[in-house]
């Protein structure tokens, strides 16, 4: 299994971007999808998640600016980010809650896209 992050880039403030993230492979099916983020100085942290029901949790950072979606069909999540901000600057990484059979449930990381945003 194998979690495929695209999308990253460099903005200007203000600006947006988009990630998206599919989940390929020996799959059951995909439960909770989600975004985090890392810098250089901070532990990863929770951007947004999403559960196969479309129920969504925002970090209060991204309340407002970034909306976080999914399409249980293509295994895939995204992440529509608006107004962003230069210390919005990190890499991103996917996540998802995958389950390979009917009983087991593993936890899988993309490889990480880098968002700029220059002031």
């Known amino acids: 299994v194998q979690l495929q992050a695209s999308g990253g880039g460099s903005v200007q403030a203000g600006g947006s971007l988009t990630l998206s993230c599919v989940a390929s492979?020996?799959?059951?099916?995909?439960?909770?999808m989600g975004w985090y983020r890392q810098t250089p100085e901070n532990q990863r942290e929770l951007v947004a998640a999403?559960?196969?029901?479309?129920?969504?949790n925002y970090e209060d950072f991204a309340k407002g600016r970034f909306t976080i979606s999914r399409d249980n069909a293509k295994n895939s999540v995204y992440l529509r980010m608006d107004s962003l901000k230069p210390e919005d600057t990190a890499v991103y990484y996917c996540?998802?809650?995958?389950?390979?059979?009917?009983?087991?449930?593993?936890?899988?990381w993309g490889q990480g896209t880098l968002v700029t945003v220059s002031s």
């Open positions: 996540h998802a809650d995958i389950m390979r059979s009917a009983n087991y449930e593993y936890e899988y």
């Open positions: 999403i559960t196969r029901s479309g129920k969504t």
């Open positions: 492979g020996d799959i059951f099916r995909v439960n909770s």
